[in-house]
């Protein structure tokens, strides 16, 4: 059983072009991730929706565009595709309960999205 | 701001031990994990550390000091299979809620 699954696992596109990825997640967890991982492997937090409001939101172009329409899934749009935009994009998913520490997450397969 | 150090690369040989060192400067610390990562996959939680002390977990172990900003990762009785990224991340409260704060994580690689 997959607990954590994206789609699509690759993404291959113009530069301009409008794309959106989609994450589920089925752990029954509340809170939900996206992740931007470079070419250097840098893992950097971009939002975090908590039972479908958004909760953080990192320095992001607003041309990314979250969306949670419930709590076990989180997709990400992104318009006007630049080449800077090539990455690998994980989605995570955790059961957060305020302020407790223990809070694994897991992540899904990753989105290998490559701007040309 | 938040800042998480580690090296970038170490080697090993198969059955030894290694120490990979993190340190870090987070406000707002809310614990330390370490993730796993092999090439083209997706991290996977190795351990969580929130108190002092040394946290063990088979293989692997793993040491928080939170008064001097440091914590390692241990791996004994190394395996070619422990080839792989490991990611220090520290967890800070935000607003109520936890981030992650990712380094850029250590590459091992393991030879026979």
């Known amino acids: 059983d997959t607990a954590v699954s994206q789609t699509p696992k690759y993404l291959v596109t113009q530069m301009g072009n409008d794309k959106s990825i989609k994450c589920e997640q089925n752990l029954g967890h509340d809170t939900m991730y996206w992740y931007k991982q470079d070419s250097k492997k840098f893992l950097k937090i971009m939002f975090s929706?908590?039972?479908?409001?958004?909760?953080i939101n990192e320095t992001v172009p607003n041309r990314f565009s979250p969306k949670s329409p419930d709590k076990a899934h989180l997709n990400l749009h992104i318009n006007s595709l630049e080449l800077g935009d090539s990455a690998v994009y994980f989605c995570?998913?955790?059961?957060?309960?305020?302020?407790?520490?223990?809070?694994?997450?897991?992540f899904g397969p990753g989105t290998r999205l490559t701007v040309l | 701001g938040q800042n998480i150090d580690q090296p970038t690369e170490m080697t090993a040989t198969e059955g030894a031990i290694v120490q990979i060192n993190c340190t870090y400067q987070t406000s707002g610390f809310n614990g330390l994990f370490w993730y796993q990562q092999h090439a083209g996959e997706a991290p996977t939680f190795l351990s969580y550390?929130?108190?002092?002390g040394l946290e063990e977990k088979g293989r692997f172990s793993s040491f928080l000091s939170r008064s001097k900003g440091y914590s390692y990762l241990l791996l004994k009785e190394l395996q070619m299979k422990d080839s792989a990224s490991y990611l220090c991340a520290g967890a800070v409260l935000n607003t109520g809620f936890q981030k992650l704060v990712f380094g850029t994580g250590t590459r091992l690689l393991v030879s026979p």
């Open positions: 995570a998913s955790s059961q957060e309960i305020s302020g407790i520490s223990y809070n694994e997450q897991f």
């Open positions: 550390n929130v108190l002092d």
């Open positions: 929706y908590n039972n479908k409001e958004l909760i």
